[in-house]
């Protein structure tokens, strides 16, 4: 129709920081628009939009370095303009290309727990009944509030028993094969009151070895999984819509919540989490990529949240 902007290609680009004034890009379509044109199809109506997040690596200080500063330090500076040519693009493929990708048809049953993330990866909404969730068999627990930590991990092994414990130790004497998905992000970037972690996440990745271990000691039939970081996006909040954050009437939009959002930490994050899964010999559902490049697949000024059309493709993608 007149005035309805057809989007044939939307790229996003990679960014390396050479920390000396200059980035390396590469491009990439998107999970949402993995089909790669030709290139006399771009030739009109190119545009390319640049956001600056962060200025001097303030982007990767860890709490509580900010805690006494306004916000976050982000500049929230964006940029357009119309680009002479179109730079190289590479199409997007899915964690289901690859050979040893995670197939959750083989199992009869598959548990999920963890943040609000996972909670949206594998249903739309929460419902007693069983109702919108993304795949068959599939049960998710209550959403983990807390980082994983020294001081977090009972806490999290307990809650994990009290809501899945008899299911997963029935496995032990059941020939029903059971799987289960893990996982720790959010809390571990956006907690502002953390003063265990530091840049380096030691005390987190000592944890989430725990963590594993004592699960696979307790429910020695169960298949663990972890599912990966994914990206968050501080250039997508609205800094309009953020006010004071108050401990009693904690806020999706308040100021503390994103004083530590950015590309780095969640990135740096990703990285140790997948290489001690990989010494831990713990297969993975790698989604910090197509969540990086699906920043417009995010709530409304949220910056960490992915609509439910994306988790359901992402879901998909482990289903064959």
Not at 146 to 157: F, Q, Y
């Amino acid at each position: 129709d007149e005035g309805e902007r057809v989007v044939s290609l939307q790229a996003v680009a990679f960014i390396e920081d050479n920390g000396d004034g200059t980035y390396d890009i590469s491009f990439s379509t998107t999970p949402w628009y993995p089909d790669m044109p030709k290139n006399e199809e771009c030739e009109h109506d190119q545009e390319l939009t640049i956001y600056f997040e962060y200025s001097n690596h303030i982007g990767t200080l860890p709490p509580p370095q900010k805690s006494e500063w306004e916000n976050g330090g982000y500049t929230h500076k964006k940029y357009s303009c119309r680009p002479h040519q179109r730079p190289p693009i590479k199409a997007f493929q899915p964690p289901s290309t690859k050979k040893d990708c995670m197939n959750f048809s083989n199992f009869d049953q598959v548990f999920a727990f963890g943040d609000s993330t996972m909670d949206q990866f594998v249903r739309q909404r929460p419902n007693k009944k069983g109702k919108y969730y993304f795949q068959p068999k599939l049960k998710v627990g209550e959403k983990m509030k807390l980082p994983m930590n020294s001081e977090t991990v009972d806490t999290h092994l307990q809650l994990l028993d009290e809501q899945f414990g008899p299911e997963l130790k029935a496995s032990s004497t059941s020939s029903d094969s059971t799987a289960l998905i893990l996982g720790s992000c959010l809390w571990d970037i956006l907690d502002y009151q953390d003063a265990l972690q530091g840049k380096e996440y030691a005390n987190h990745a000592q944890a989430c070895q725990t963590y594993i271990q004592e699960i696979q000691k307790h429910y020695p039939n169960v298949t663990l999984v972890w599912k990966s970081p994914m990206a968050v996006h501080i250039h997508w909040v609205d800094l309009d819509r953020l006010i004071e954050h108050k401990e009693e009437t904690a806020t999706l939009f308040g100021v503390d919540r994103v004083r530590y959002m950015s590309a780095s930490r969640s990135k740096y994050l990703y990285e140790l989490q997948t290489n001690l899964m990989k010494d831990l010999q713990i297969p993975v559902l790698d989604l910090f990529e197509a969540s990086f490049l699906s920043a417009d697949k995010l709530y409304p000024s949220d910056g960490r949240h992915y609509r439910p059309e994306l988790n359901r493709k992402m879901l998909q993608w482990f289903y064959r």
